[in-house]
């Protein structure tokens, strides 16, 4: 491979871009120099890269589901992994949300831009679980690119509520919310950035749970942004969500988003059951504008069940919680667009980047950007004007003041073992948008308001039933708790 020369055209579009202006005596001088620099360039295009080989090779790739075998539209390929012969995960077959690379399939984040981009390794994660015995058997649908909280950006169809097909599953991570519901799906993996893992856990009524911050390794997943990409386990029972985390929670020195966080025996935990427990209802989590008065008496129900199994449950006010929606939107649309406009690697950190994905997307933006659905479209449009009318002042002030909003949960965390708030103040949407583009942004992003804080100081977040429907879908409290 020999990488093009830039022509002198090219130099001063991109002095242009770059505000300066490139005068005579420097294009000489720049024209003189740049053969030269770019031959290291072509030295490292022809360096071989090593890559660990495959642990388990042996891997089947099947078709995409019909519509009488997958109602849901939750899964896009069929598959088979077979993993090591004993283990924790020994019988338990899995589904992965098809951002997370496993090599030799195709990898889409549900977009055209990716549809015929297959990786050529296996995220770490999906190295523990077959290590501990466990078959991949599905791919899972989700949010285009994973930008949307409702279910229905995917380019291969929304994903359906389990509980009333007229209603989304959620998002991002609707597919493996909703495969839970096949009996030949077992366990699934998803992502989380803005509620992704806990919205489809509490539409489909699963359990789901945002693990602490770099807890679980994020390598070889699409991302948007590594100070709050999270994976982690969506599953049927608390336990079986235990029992995951366990598998793939721990140190990978090839994610640079790890810091040092604590791994446990999280199914021995759950023993002593509610008993003793210290709950703090978080005030500022009910009664918002955008709140179903319902699903907050449905969650306060929960916490008196909890009171009832012999917990202590207690109002608490986090103030910080009401205004933290500034920060959150101050992190994502410059954050993502920066992840994007660098096609998917980031930049300034050692670790594991992934060359091949940078290819295929950065070519596929290039060229089907159209494709591309109304909400990645706008916070590509608010990022990029934010990072060249504001220099990124608000995204670095945002990421500032969440300390700050860490400070708050952490003082809060110090008196309670969890903080309780409904996960998503309303009820899952009708599958109605129809392809209008305000309401399909309005279905992604309108769940969480000053919820998505939780999602951004680093504590888990988790899912459990509230079994008493709302209106259909069901429903499920979000409990922050301190680091595991």
């Not at 608000?394 to 952490?410: S, V």
Request: hydrophobic residues 35%.
């Amino acid at each position: 491979m020999t990488i093009r020369r830039p022509t002198s055209h090219e130099l001063r579009r991109l002095a242009e871009a770059n505000h300066f202006e490139i005068t005579d005596a420097e294009m000489q001088a720049f024209e003189a120099m740049i053969p030269g620099l770019f031959d290291s360039y072509d030295a490292l295009a022809q360096m071989p890269e090593q890559r660990a080989p495959l642990r388990y090779a042996s891997r089947t790739l099947g078709p995409r589901p019909n519509p009488e075998e997958d109602p849901y539209n939750a899964i896009l390929r069929r598959c088979s992994i077979s993993g090591a012969t004993g283990g924790k995960l020994a019988g338990k077959r899995i589904g992965l949300k098809n951002n997370i690379c496993v090599a030799g399939f195709p990898m889409t984040c549900a977009s055209l831009i990716l549809e015929h981009y297959i990786p050529d390794s296996d995220a770490t994660i999906v190295t523990r679980l077959l290590d501990e015995g466990a078959e991949i058997n599905s791919i899972l649908n989700l949010d285009n690119f994973a930008f949307s909280g409702a279910g229905d950006t995917s380019a291969f169809g929304p994903t359906l509520n389990p509980h009333s097909l007229d209603h989304l599953a959620g998002g991002s991570s609707g597919g493996s919310g909703a495969a839970l519901y096949y009996d030949d799906v077992d366990m699934t993996i998803g992502g989380d950035q803005g509620g992704s893992i806990r919205i489809p856990a509490s539409f489909c009524g699963v359990v789901g749970l945002k693990p602490t911050h770099s807890l679980v390794p994020y390598t070889g997943i699409v991302g948007i942004d590594n100070t709050f990409d999270h994976a982690g386990p969506m599953t049927r029972t608390v336990y079986d969500a235990a029992l995951l985390l366990e598998v793939i929670a721990g140190k990978d020195p090839l994610d640079p988003r790890q810091g040092e966080v604590p791994v446990q025996e999280y199914t021995g935990a759950l023993a002593g059951g509610a008993s003793g427990l210290k709950v703090g209802v978080l005030t500022e989590g009910f009664g918002l504008p955008e709140s179903d008065p319902e699903v907050d008496a449905k969650v306060r129900q929960a916490s008196n069940r909890l009171a009832e199994l012999g917990a202590s449950v207690e109002q608490v006010s986090i103030p910080w919680h009401s205004k933290a929606n500034g920060v959150v939107w101050g992190l994502i649309a410059e954050g993502a667009t920066a992840l994007l406009q660098t096609s998917g690697t980031g930049r300034a950190f050692e670790g594991q980047y992934n060359p091949g994905l940078a290819h295929a997307l950065g070519n596929g933006l290039r060229s089907q950007s159209n494709e591309l659905p109304p909400t990645v479209k706008l916070v590509l449009l608010i990022g990029s004007y934010m990072t060249e009318n504001y220099s990124s002042v608000m995204y670095a002030k945002a990421q500032n003041l969440r300390r700050e909003l860490r400070a708050a949960y952490d003082d809060a965390l110090s008196r309670y073992d969890l903080l309780l708030l409904p996960s998503t103040p309303m009820p899952a949407h009708r599958n109605d948008a129809g392809g209008d583009p305000h309401a399909v942004i309005e279905h992604g992003w309108g769940y969480a308001g000053e919820h998505r804080a939780v999602r951004h100081v680093r504590p888990p977040g988790h899912q459990r039933a509230v079994r008493q429907d709302v209106g259909g879908p069901a429903r499920r409290p979000d409990a922050g708790g301190p680091p595991f």
